[in-house]
Nanobody, 126 residues
Framework: QVHLEESGGGLVQTGDSLRLSCAAS????????MAWFRQAPGKEREFVSG????????YYADSVKGRFTISRDNVKKMVYLQMNSLLPGDTAVYYC???????????????????WGQGTQVTVSS
């Protein structure tokens, strides 16, 4: 049974940094595309960053490019999201997602992912 668990969220100020972690279990981790999404109140869930299934490609939303960095550790079955220069607009619940079937062109769509964590809250105050 696939299980994803996020951690590392919190309340920070504009310009601060946070590192989110996602611990995965119950899957052949190296074969899965992994991604971070976020959802702010009243808004749709949006793609933040992700790895292709091969792990060879990384993707970022334009809004976080240059500020956020995704990484993964296939041995520990962990995915990380280093978030720097945080802005109030980054406030959201952040979710880790996994998929063994997503194709590259659909990586940014939340509908492509069948496994989700419970989310971790990130709040950035101005």
């Amino acid at each position: 049974q696939v299980h994803l668990e996020e951690s590392g969220g919190g309340l920070v100020q504009t310009g601060d940094s946070l590192r989110l972690s996602c611990a995965a279990s119950g899957l052949t981790f190296s074969r899965y595309a992994m991604a971070w999404f976020r959802q702010a109140p009243g808004k749709e869930r949006e793609f933040v960053s992700g790895f292709s299934r091969t792990g060879g490609y990384t993707y970022y939303a334009d809004s976080v490019k240059g500020r956020f960095t995704i990484s993964r550790d296939n041995v520990k079955k962990m995915v990380y999201l280093q978030m720097n220069s945080l802005l109030p607009g980054d406030t959201a619940v952040y979710y880790c997602a996994a998929s063994s079937t997503v194709i590259q062109s659909a990586l940014r769509s939340h509908e492509s992912y069948g496994y989700w964590g419970q989310g971790t809250q990130v709040t950035v105050s101005s």
